[in-house]
């Protein structure tokens, strides 16, 4: 069953670095979105991208955050300057098409300690 | 913010059915209602989705009210594995930030030997 696959699983890094997280959608697929998750608390909505642009963003989604499809298969987050606040799981997901109710499929999550 | 309310928690016997409930009261004609779970910290997980008829897949059942404004989702017999914090997301398929996947509390299920 095709799936959506994020790297790496783990990623710790000092903060003020860069750190880019990777997630290869399933290939169809048109929609793509970031999510994140602090511990402990609700999966929050970062970004949507669709057609090489990004659809919506939330207040979250500030300029410290740039997204990028570099080829036909990777879907990217960047964070320019890590702060310790964003230290989080951080979800992609992916979906065919946003008509006829279709769903969102996720990966497993890349886990940011930023120390 | 998340447009449903979902109890907290809940438990259930293993092997019984699990009812979760969700209100949606102000849910409109064009959005959807999805069913996601999260079992510890990884990604949610699709369960079920409807818009006005009930559906049924090999996971679970979803029971929307005639007037929508509340659905039940129905595991027939939960296991132990069923244990996770349920989301009940309302949708839309049109563009703009209403087309976006919005979680709330969620309730988290324990189901229980």
């Known amino acids: 069953e095709p799936e959506v696959t994020q790297t790496p699983s783990h990623q710790v890094t000092q903060m003020g670095q860069e750190v880019i997280l990777r997630c290869v959608p399933i290939s169809n697929h048109l929609y793509f979105y970031w999510y994140r998750q602090i511990l402990g608390q609700k999966v929050e909505f970062l970004v949507s991208?669709?057609?090489?642009?990004?659809?919506?963003k939330s207040e979250i989604f500030d300029d410290q955050f740039s997204v990028e499809r570099p080829d036909g298969s990777n879907f990217t987050l960047k964070i320019r300057s890590t702060k310790l606040e964003d230290s989080a799981m951080y979800f992609c997901?992916?979906?065919?098409?946003?008509?006829?109710?279709?769903?969102?499929?996720f990966g497993q999550g890349t886990r940011l300690t930023v120390v | 913010d998340a447009k449903t309310t979902q109890p907290t928690s809940m438990d259930c016997a293993e092997g019984r059915a699990a009812n979760l409930p969700c209100n949606h009261s102000t849910i409109s004609g064009n959005e959807y209602v999805y069913w996601y779970r999260q079992i510890h910290s990884q990604g949610p997980q699709y369960i079920i989705h409807?818009?006005?008829n009930n559906e049924t897949n090999e996971m679970a059942s979803l029971i929307i009210t005639e007037d929508r404004k509340s659905s039940t989702l129905i595991l027939p017999h939960a296991t132990l594995r069923d244990t996770a914090v349920y989301y009940c997301?309302?949708?839309?398929?049109?563009?703009?930030?209403?087309?976006?996947?919005?979680f709330g509390k969620g309730t988290k299920l324990s189901v229980k030997p």
């Open positions: 997901a992916s979906m065919v098409d946003r008509g006829r109710g279709a769903e969102a499929f």
């Open positions: 997301i309302v949708r839309t398929n049109y563009g703009g930030s209403q087309g976006n996947l919005i």
């Open positions: 991208f669709y057609n090489n642009e990004i659809s919506e």
């Open positions: 409807g818009l006005k």
